[in-house]
Structure formats: structure tokens, C-alpha cells
């Protein structure tokens, strides 16, 4: 086993991902591959908790949901958080 390898993060796939644990560099092939775990699981409606900040993990998050086949639909949280989490409506089809 390699030292990435052991530093590999598990995440639950739960249909919410918070993205304040990873670099920035890494938020689009995170958020890209927790999608696609989703998509896996049948797991249709995801929350992507960016934080409020700048923006810039928000604009990134919307960047990949934008080329991503997959999504139907997202739109900023209308609740509590505000802006500081996107929803997304993801479109499962049986191949």
C-alpha cells in the first residue's frame, strides 16, 4: 500500500458532500466522482455544501455541474444555509 493509498479519504455516499475538508484543486474531480458514486447507489438528489466565502468553490462546483451529462437540474440552497450549498437533481438511466 502507498502512502496515498493510506491517505485516501472514504466518503459516505449519502447524497451530501461537504467540501470544506478538501483543497481547492481538488474540488472538481471530487465533486465529478461523488456524483457519479451517487448515480451508482440511485442516489437522484445531492447536496454540494461549498460554504458561502468568495464564491470560488461555488463557481467551480457550478463550472463541473454545468458539463456534467448527468444533471438535470441545480440551484442554490433556498434554506437555512443560503447560498452556501447548491442542490442538484441528478438523471438516472438504466442502460
Known amino acids: 500500500m502507498t502512502k ?13 458532500l461537504d467540501l470544506h475538508t478538501f483543497a481547492p484543486r481538488e474540488v472538481a474531480s471530487v465533486v465529478d466522482e461523488y456524483l457519479w458514486a451517487c448515480l451508482q447507489k440511485g442516489i437522484l438528489d445531492v447536496r454540494i455544501i461549498h ?6 468553490l461555488r463557481r ?3 463550472s463541473r455541474l454545468l458539463k456534467n451529462p448527468d444533471v ?11 447560498w452556501g450549498s447548491t442542490l442538484v437533481r441528478l438523471n438516472f438511466q438504466k442502460s
Do not use: C
Request: glycine share 18%; net charge negative.
Open 72 to 82: 438535470l437540474e441545480y440551484h442554490l440552497d433556498d434554506g437555512p444555509s443560503g
Open 4 to 16: 496515498a493509498d493510506s491517505d485516501a479519504l472514504e466518503l459516505p455516499i449519502d447524497g451530501v
Open 60 to 62: 467551480t462546483v457550478h
Open 51 to 56: 460554504g458561502k466565502g468568495k464564491g470560488m
